[in-house]
């Protein structure tokens, strides 16, 4: 018998790049806040591919460069024990040089100086569980205080088995502080200052960083109904009866404006059917952005109880007692 050599598999024609990989993944990431808000693609998503171009170019070497150059022993430290140096580094990966030079290339700070402010970057990296990033105009002072952001990294197995790494958002704040609330209007939970309009923009860098330090996603614990909306749009409860309930919710009440609804919900006033109070309580969501994470939140079982919850929950809004 003649052994005949299996013909060689021809090579692909098309072999997708890095960049087209991302932005395969991020219209998907516009067509599911689509789905989600039930609205139109919010305009302000037409920075993705720009976004995902500059994430492509930028190489870890950039965004660990440091402004002085090494000495003896550091440049030991970096070539023997690198463990060692990146404990100074946010969340050990970006110095903070690199920091300032993906925050110029991505043109966040742009958009910070066409609001008229000047950003002045200062990170600290002293608490070794969450590292703390804030963004002041000129001065570091906080009256000056334009973001403020604190991030650690959490591991996870979600409720299939699959064990997940985490970047946790455990606090946000964007906000203006030149600006003031305008008469009749009502500020969110946390909120002393108006925001930037530039949330979208911030939380999708904070989904690339999640991808550039190797995690499986985006977690948070919102801590408020208006919370859980604006990640809620392309992010999952890992609970599915949480997610169902919350889903419910968002297709019978109207969450546009998001004071109201945080009001509402904290005055007892969302209801379902037998009455019952709608409960806000912190628990894990998550943006996926690996495979692995993807797993549950794709699965027959997780949609399935979501689905349940939502058909089984109707919610309505009593009106608000006039005040006395």
């Given at each position: 018998m003649t052994l005949q050599t299996p013909p060689t598999p021809a090579k692909p024609s098309w072999v997708p790049s890095i960049r087209e990989l991302l932005g395969a993944w991020d219209r998907a990431w516009v067509w599911l806040a689509e789905r989600r808000s039930g609205r139109p693609t919010d305009p302000r998503l037409a920075f993705v591919p720009e976004y995902d171009a500059v994430f492509a170019e930028l190489g870890a070497s950039e965004l660990q460069q440091d402004e002085e150059p090494l000495d003896e022993e550091a440049l030991s430290l970096d070539l023997f024990h690198p463990e060692a140096r990146s404990t100074d580094r946010?969340?050990?990966?970006?110095?903070?040089?690199?920091?300032?030079?993906?925050?110029?290339r991505y043109?966040?700070?742009?958009?910070?100086?066409?609001?008229?402010?000047?950003?002045?970057?200062?990170?600290?990296?002293?608490?070794?569980?969450?590292?703390?990033?804030?963004?002041?105009?000129?001065?570091?002072?906080?009256?000056?205080?334009?973001?403020?952001?604190?991030?650690?990294?959490?591991?996870?197995?979600?409720?299939?088995g699959v064990a997940c790494r985490f970047l946790f958002v455990n606090w946000l704040l964007m906000q203006n502080p030149t600006a003031s609330f305008d008469a009749g209007q009502v500020a969110l939970p946390d909120q002393e200052r108006p925001g930037l309009g530039l949330f979208v923009r911030f939380a999708y860098l904070l989904k690339l960083m999640a991808a550039r330090i190797g995690c499986?996603?985006?977690?948070?614990?919102?801590?408020?109904?208006?919370?859980?909306?604006?990640y809620g749009q392309v992010s999952s409860f890992v609970d599915p009866s949480v997610e169902g309930r919350f889903r419910a919710m968002g297709r019978d009440v109207d969450t546009s404006d998001l004071a109201q609804l945080t009001g509402a919900v904290r005055e007892g006033r969302?209801?379902?059917?037998?009455?019952?109070?709608?409960?806000?309580?912190?628990?894990?969501?998550?943006?996926?952005?690996?495979?692995?994470?993807?797993?549950?939140?794709?699965?027959?079982?997780?949609?399935?109880?979501?689905?349940?919850?939502?058909?089984?929950?109707?919610?309505?809004?009593?009106?608000?007692t006039p005040s006395r």
């Open positions: 946010f969340l050990g990966f970006y110095t903070e040089q690199g920091a300032r030079m993906a925050f110029e043109g966040f700070f742009d958009l910070l100086r066409e609001r008229g402010f000047d950003p002045l970057p200062v990170g600290d990296v002293s608490d070794a569980e969450q590292h703390r990033l804030r963004i002041y105009d000129g001065v570091e002072e906080p009256e000056h205080l334009l973001v403020e952001l604190v991030v650690g990294i959490r591991e996870m197995t979600l409720p299939n499986d996603g985006l977690l948070n614990h919102p801590a408020h109904p208006h919370n859980g909306v604006l969302v209801v379902d059917e037998a009455g019952e109070p709608f409960v806000w309580e912190p628990t894990s969501q998550v943006m996926p952005v690996s495979d692995a994470a993807r797993s549950w939140f794709a699965s027959p079982t997780y949609r399935a109880q979501v689905a349940e919850v939502m058909g089984a929950r109707r919610y309505t809004v009593r009106p608000a």
